[in-house]
């Protein structure tokens, strides 16, 4: 019983440089979600999706991409990486809101843009 | 504007004291509030959601009051353990959106 993974673990990237961070969930939930943690400034929300091929902008959906091509995986994209996107990023999985449960957060990813 | 606040400041107590937590909040009417624990370096591990009807959750040790009036919420950890020093997030829901937004978090240090 997996969860929650997200690879890679770490990564230092070069201004300018693309990647994509992958976040896959083995427990069916219908909701995915990427944020962000920077101290100081908490958990922000960057780009959801509430199924399959659906995705919606958060509260800091600037400079990055997301797609849902499968309902277990989740991947986002920054396509020209800028140093102020050195954050730690956590992917999180959850049931529809009436089912009562929380999120499900993976490890996340801690990211260096020099 | 919408706002959640939690005390900055870390929160020491004594091992086998009680632990209260305050979670203010602002222009928001949530339909649930949830309280997630964070370790250094690991994602946050949900512990208790509370909808709005209801006034009090209980789980083990723990226990949440949610005050839609005063706009309030409470996490309580009884006797408490150093095991418990963690930081402590909680979140509401942002009504038809499907998100949660996030406190900052208040750190708890459990002395022996």
């Known amino acids: 019983n997996a969860g929650v993974t997200q690879t890679p673990k770490f990564r230092v990237l070069k201004t300018g440089q693309s990647m994509t961070l992958l976040c896959a969930q083995d427990?069916?939930?219908?909701?995915m979600y990427w944020y962000r943690q920077d101290p100081g400034m908490g958990l922000r929300l960057i780009h959801y999706?509430?199924?399959?091929?659906?995705?919606a902008k958060g509260e800091v959906p600037d400079g990055y991409n997301v797609s849902r091509l499968k309902k277990q995986n989740f991947l986002l994209g920054l396509e020209s990486a800028a140093p102020s996107q050195t954050s730690v990023y956590f992917c999180?999985?959850?049931?529809?809101?009436?089912?009562?449960?929380?999120?499900?957060f993976g490890s996340g990813t801690r990211l260096t843009v020099v | 504007s919408q706002k959640i606040e939690q005390n900055s400041e870390a929160l020491n107590i004594q091992e086998g004291k009680t632990a209260t937590l305050t979670c203010n909040y602002t222009?928001?009417?949530?339909?649930?509030l949830q309280w997630y624990r964070q370790d250094p370096g690991r994602g946050p591990v949900f512990l208790l959601l509370?909808?709005?009807?209801?006034k009090e959750k209980r789980k083990e040790r723990l226990k949440v009051t949610f005050d839609t009036t005063l706009k309030q919420s409470l996490f309580h950890i009884t006797a408490s353990q150093p095991a418990d020093s963690a930081t402590y997030l909680c979140?509401?829901?942002?009504?038809?959106?499907?998100?949660?937004?996030f406190g900052k978090g208040t750190m708890l240090l459990v002395s022996p």
């Open positions: 222009n928001y009417s949530p339909a649930y």
């Open positions: 999180a999985s959850s049931y529809t809101w009436d089912r009562g449960y929380g999120y499900t």
């Open positions: 427990m069916n939930h219908e909701y």
């Open positions: 999706s509430v199924g399959e091929g659906t995705t």
């Open positions: 979140a509401l829901d942002n009504s038809g959106y499907s998100t949660l937004t």
């Open positions: 509370i909808r709005e009807n209801e």
